[in-house]
């Protein structure tokens, strides 16, 4: 298993880190909900979210914040080195009930470096529109 | 009697032991099409944001407890925060216990401010999920 981290002294602030677009159909919301165990109809019933004044099916904040840190575990190899994580969620994602389904872009910027531990600002756009708001992880490069 | 800011501090028995499997992340790790080298094989860490499947089951007994009258599909996610002590890994036993820190009643909202703390079996705190709730109340 080859998990390459980043060395702090090669990390700046305002670095940018690869981007990544995901897609989520409606067949990746179900599948989030058995492996979550969160059956929270809105995920998956236009019937019930339309009923509360959504759009209509929405994906789980949970899968869209859980993808969108892909950037920085893509980027520090190891997962165990993530401190914290934290999201507002802003904006819903709607998800059509179609083949094409929605794309989720994610970017990510270094805000801070203090000895090992750095912090990233995560940005989640869908539909032009910022999913995720104050996105924030702290990582230990060293740890 | 719906939840009111009275129900501040209140705070719920740790859930049942929660055994984190190796499986059970493998396939946490693929429905979020992260096919990360630590999430496979035989001794996998968790994704960092598999915390909240096991929150879940404290977000669980205050959704069903009677005294608040939450509807399950009337909450939607306001914000969440994990703070990690350590990863989980596959074999760690844990339970989830949660705290409401904070209710505020906005017209027909209702937003709960809770924690989660996940400890490990020898009382280790492993991590802390702290999330903002909302729960919209059908109108009377």
């Given amino acids: 298993m080859s998990l390459a981290s980043p060395q702090t002294e090669h990390v700046e602030v305002g670095q940018t880190l690869p981007p990544l677009t995901v897609r989520f159909t409606r067949a990746t919301l179900v599948r989030y909900a058995g492996a979550s165990g969160d059956f929270n109809p809105i995920h998956f019933s236009d019937h019930f979210a339309t009923e509360l004044g959504l759009p209509g099916v929405i994906a789980h904040g949970m899968l869209t914040m859980g993808s969108a840190l892909r950037v920085v575990t893509d980027w520090i190899g190891d997962p165990a080195r993530i401190r914290s994580y934290s999201v507002r969620f802003s904006n819903p994602v709607a998800v059509p009930d179609n083949a094409d389904g929605v794309e989720v872009s994610y970017s990510a910027t270094v805000t801070t470096v203090e000895s090992n531990v750095v912090s990233i600002a995560i940005e989640a756009i869908c539909d032009r529109k910022k999913v995720l708001g104050a996105a924030r992880a702290e990582v230990d490069l060293e740890a | ?140």
């Avoid at chain 2, 007994?61 to 996610?77: A, K, N, Q, Y």
């Avoid at chain 2, 036993?93 to 490990?120: C, F, N, Q």
Wanted: charged content about 25%.
């Fill in chain 2, 1 to 140: 009697m719906p939840i009111s800011e009275a129900h501040a501090g209140r705070s719920y028995p740790p859930t049942p032991t929660y055994e984190v499997s190796a499986l059970k992340i493998a396939e946490f790790a693929a429905a979020l099409g992260d096919e990360n080298p630590a999430y496979y094989g035989d001794a996998p860490v968790a994704p960092p944001t598999f915390v909240g499947v096991v929150a879940a089951a404290a977000w669980e007994s205050m959704f069903t407890d009677p005294e608040l009258g939450l509807e399950l599909r009337r909450i939607v996610h306001g914000d969440q925060r994990f703070t990690y002590h350590r990863p989980l890994r596959a074999g760690d036993r844990v339970t989830a216990t949660l705290t409401i820190d904070k209710v505020r009643v906005r017209g027909g909202a209702e937003i709960i401010s809770s924690e989660v703390d996940v400890h490990d079996e020898t009382g280790e705190l492993t991590c802390t999920a702290a999330a903002t709730l909302v729960h919209t109340r059908e109108a009377a």
